[in-house]
């Protein structure tokens, strides 16, 4: 990423993490802009899903889209999937 590309990502971080009222809203505006930055590029459609585990509580998650936050719910809900086994790994 070119400097000015990451001074730009900078700032919106810091202006996002001033305006979200919360954790999840915060995650939920990170997720929305990495989905439309990486749409943007590709020129397709991207939907993106972040899952953070803290310890002793719950999973918190943000996603780009209602469709790709059910999709992690069920997911999760299921423990199946793409996403189940990445959480279960001890880290990444």
Not at 39 to 62: A, I
Request: charged share 15%; with cysteine.
């Amino acid at each position: 990423m070119r400097s000015a590309g990451r001074a730009s990502w900078i700032q919106y971080l810091s202006r996002l993490g001033h305006a979200a009222a919360s954790e999840q809203d915060f995650i939920d505006g990170c997720v929305a802009a990495i989905s439309q930055t990486v749409s943007e590029r590709t020129g397709t459609t991207v939907e993106c899903v972040v899952s953070l585990r803290y310890p002793k509580r719950p999973l918190l998650n943000g996603s780009s889209t209602s469709l790709a936050g059910m999709l992690v719910l069920m997911d999760q809900k299921l423990g199946l999937g793409p996403l189940q086994g990445l959480l279960e790994s001890p880290r990444l």
